[in-house]
């Protein structure tokens, strides 16, 4: 950022040299118009790199450690999905696997949570491809500790219609997640404008879930479902890592390790995540090709 403001000759902007007599009066009243430019010039830039950062990295912090109460309630949750695991996770495995030993990939995501939409429009098709090749296993964690932004719940309204449709038709999970965090669909978290239940079921039929399925999707079946879980989630030790304070949304992990994408800008996440997997660009949607971290390795630096 210091060479901004220093124009070719190694000057600061806005002091140039000066020659003698009226051209000093001249200079300065140029100088005072140019100041104000280049200071809005800066601040634009400053805050253009601000975005990038938020927008990949904005904490919701939790501290606090997991209580074994918080996980024996998420346990007595009476409906609960099919495919939920015991840690409120929602894992979709892919009809046909590359591999017996491909990969899982964990997303933490809140429904209103703006980086979550952020990240989401970036990577979701890449994702999405490797999963429908068979590369990769899923598992959704969404949650709604955002719900206090919205005033009718929407986070955990989305979430539960989230996780029925990947109970019930998880090839198009994905596609009705893109559809959520969809920029003209995603909800303000400062600015919520009431979003009914039957615009979250057409945002589903148009991800290509069935209308029965959509229509089912937002009765608020697994709602208890997602607040238990949130609670349980939002306070694990090993969804926090040092370099953010606490939990935070989003959070990617593949094979229970964190992949950060701390400080990284949007654009470089597609390419980033495939090259963590140990993939080329070009095996994306090889089903014949598997990562070769496999089921079991880190991320790949």
Known sequence: MGNVAQNGNGHHAGMRPRSSSGNAATSGRDDARRIPRILAAVLVLVV?????????????????????????????????PRNATSRGGLLLRPVHQADARIP?????????????????????????????AGQIAMELHPVSFLDGAST??????????????????????LEFMGKLFAQDHQPSESDYRPIANRQIMRWAVEAGVPTAVAASAVNGRYMEWVKKSTSYTIARKDLQPPDRGGFATPLIRLNRSIWSIQGMQLAQLPSAFVHCLGLTQAQVGMGSRAPSIGSAGKPLE
């Open 104 to 132: 899982t990939v964990e997303i933490y995501v809140d429904p209103m949570c703006p980086a979550c939409g952020e990240v989401d429009r970036t990577l979701n098709a890449t994702l999405t491809t490797l999963w429908n």
């Open 48 to 80: 253009a790199v601000s975005v990038i950062w938020i927008t990949v990295t904005r904490p919701w912090a939790s501290r606090t450690a997991a209580s074994p109460d918080s996980y024996a309630a998420l346990q007595q949750v009476k409906s609960v």
């Open 152 to 173: 009718d719940e929407y986070s955990t309204r989305a979430a539960s219609a989230l996780a029925y449709v990947g109970e019930r038709d998880p090839q198009h999970a």
